[in-house]
């Protein structure tokens, strides 16, 4: 029962109970008690009902700990501006790694842009050689600029050049810089909230211990894991400490296009258009536990149908413009912006543009899959909601 179903007389005698309440709890809060009452109760919508709104927090409901992310879009015109005054403001010695950090507005602390995922766009100028560390969190690079710069993975080095993809999974050893006269621009992609959350963030800097002498040649990871349908059979070098996440560290960007255009005649899927996931070649599982890496290309025109999940996706522009719907908010999105599709709203994409519009994206759902509360539901063109496998 709510307080709203009720005769007015009773509504007022019971607000003004719920007053009382409210003032007691306050009293109580102050010394780290929380008072349950039978209207305070959280109330949760469910997800299974089909047309259930997202969850929402009844009145005089049970705060919850964490904000969830909002819908939102980071403008390239806007935020390269403080990347370049980085690049130019600093000294060198200063330089090792700048960066900037896309924070959601629904947090007041934290720099996340939803509560598993943190995104910072890094600047590296000619000279810049950050020294190798290694951490728990997963981690990617998204490059951004035309070419320059350079990333090491245990060992292995990868060039940087626009749309590449880079993983530096938990507990491999990687290093960053620069030698080419225009910055190199990326996103690095981190499960960090995820991590910190549980508790389990630790970085190490003893880069003198870190294994880069007899690490494979440029290419490795392409020849070792990149021949699609074929797996070696033998084993190859132990690269990282982490557990259960890729050892392919590397996908250019040439090579993401060509595989999206070599489909873009295909139907597609409804919902995404035409879409590909990077999976860790040993197992065809997502790349890491805890982050799901896709790319997709929307036809000039194209207009997906509606689609949702009980997972967050922040979304990089690679090609083309358009607009993304989420929630009733429109993202209107060109080349290198950045939005984020929080958990269980309804979105839907555009390619307003004459171009083909070429979107990653990256995901908490394996996370969420892991523990058993993954969902998809979509609607068909006549509205109806159906469940989804993905
Ligand atoms: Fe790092």
Redesign the pocket.
């Known amino acids: 029962m709510s307080p709203d179903s009720v005769s007015p007389e009773r509504a007022e005698e019971l607000s003004g109970i719920l007053e009382e309440l409210e003032a007691m709890n306050e009293e109580a809060m102050a010394n780290n008690i929380w008072i349950r009452t039978k209207w305070n109760s959280a109330s949760q919508k469910p997800w299974h009902t089909h047309d259930s709104e997202p969850p929402t927090i009844a009145e005089h409901g049970l705060p919850l700990e964490n904000a969830k992310a909002v819908p939102y879009i980071w403008k390239w015109d806007y935020f390269s501006d403080y990347l370049y005054k980085l690049a130019e403001l600093c000294p060198l010695e200063l330089t090792e790694?700048q960066s900037i950090l896309l924070t959601n507005p629904a947090f007041s602390t934290g720099y996340k842009v939803t509560n598993t995922i943190r995104i910072a766009i890094s600047i590296y100028k000619k000279g810049d050689d950050a020294v190798p560390?290694?951490?728990t969190?997963n981690?990617s690079r998204t490059i951004l600029s035309d070419g320059g710069g350079y990333t090491y993975v245990e060992g292995e080095r990868f060039p940087a050049n626009r749309g590449d993809l880079i993983l530096?999974p938990n507990g491999t050893w990687?290093a960053h810089g620069n030698d080419d006269d225009t910055p190199v621009i990326w996103a690095?992609t981190?499960d960090w909230p995820l991590m910190d959350f549980l508790g389990l963030i630790w970085?190490r800097n003893d880069h003198e211990n870190a294994k880069m002498n007899d690490a494979p040649e440029q290419g490795f990871s392409t020849k070792f894991f990149g021949n699609g349908g074929m797996l070696p059979r033998f084993k190859g070098p132990s690269r990282g400490i982490g557990k259960k996440q890729t050892e392919m560290f590397y996908y250019a960007g040439a090579d993401i296009a060509t595989a999206l255009k070599d489909l873009r005649d295909m139907d597609g899927d409804p919902h995404e258009g035409i879409i590909m996931e990077f999976v860790n070649p040993a197992n065809g599982r997502p790349l890491f536990p805890s982050l799901a890496y896709k790319a997709q290309l929307l036809r000039p025109g194209e207009e997906t149908l509606e689609y949702r999940h009980t997972a967050n996706s922040v979304y990089s522009v690679l090609e083309g413009q358009g607009v993304t719907t989420v929630d009733g908010t429109e993202l209107d999105w060109s080349q290198s912006d950045f939005f984020v599709a929080p958990s269980h709203l309804w979105r839907k994409h555009k390619n307003t543009g004459k171009e083909d519009a070429i979107l990653y994206s990256y995901s908490d759902s394996p996370i969420i899959d892991c523990i058993g509360h993954y969902n998809a539901q979509g609607k068909t063109k006549a509205g109806s909601v159906i469940e989804l496998e993905d």
Do not use: G, I, Y
């Open positions: 790694r560390h290694m951490h969190p981690a530096t990687h690095d981190l970085v």
